[in-house]
């Protein structure tokens, strides 16, 4: 509940009430108001702006998701998607931008500067759950997405197939693809 709704914001709003009561206690000679509404409000207050100020926002959904996508993931997505996904969909803080340490890891910053999330989807590919995250990549060509492919899918697996695409110059797609598990057969 809380990674949908900005606590940043929560908190300012709380923390503006109360200090707002505690001023106007003190105008109006109410000793106790006063003193609660200054104690409580004023650190409240700060901490909803320091969380404001390192407020990382939800990558937002580029398409809507369809049942069918939902029913697909539900069986299908691997604990791995799944994690990703809650991730870039909630807000954060303290965070440069979202997956940037992922990013790091996996060499996709070699000017310091990583390709920028901006937007995720889910589809069905070939009867397969995919979640599929959209990269702004100006400073991380192609061809080095490319070359980090197997690498990618390593660290996102195990079942999990990493597809590359590059819809326009400096865009990069990265579908994160499940892989069902081959059956056991039992002889």
């Known amino acids: 509940m809380f990674g949908k709704t900005s606590l940043g914001s929560i908190l300012l709003v709380v923390g503006g009430i109360l200090t707002v009561v505690g001023f106007v ?21 700060l901490g909803g702006l320091a969380l404001r100020a390192s407020e990382l926002k939800p990558v937002p959904y580029s398409q809507p998701l369809s049942d069918t996508v939902l029913k697909l993931r539900e069986a299908q997505a691997t604990p791995t998607q799944n994690q990703v996904r809650k991730d870039i969909t909630r807000f954060r803080y303290g965070q440069e931008s979202h997956l940037d340490e992922v990013l ?6 070699p000017s310091g500067d990583c390709p920028e999330l901006v937007g995720v989807r889910e589809q069905d590919i070939d009867g397969a759950y995919a979640l599929i995250l959209e990269f702004n990549s ?37 579908a994160l693809i499940a892989q069902l598990e081959p059956a056991v057969v039992q002889g």
Not at 40 to 45: F, R, S
Request: hydrophobic fraction near 40%; charge should be negative; glycine fraction near 6%.
């Open 25 to 45: 206690a003190y105008f109006q000679d109410n000793p106790t108001l006063n003193l609660a509404g200054f104690f409580y409000g004023i650190p409240v207050l």
């Open 104 to 109: 790091e890891r996996l060499g996709l910053n």
């Open 138 to 174: 100006e400073t991380v060509p192609f061809t080095t997405w490319q070359a980090k492919q197997d690498k990618i899918e390593r660290f996102f697996g195990p079942n999990v197939r990493a597809n590359l695409t590059q819809p326009a110059e400096d865009r990069v797609e990265l």
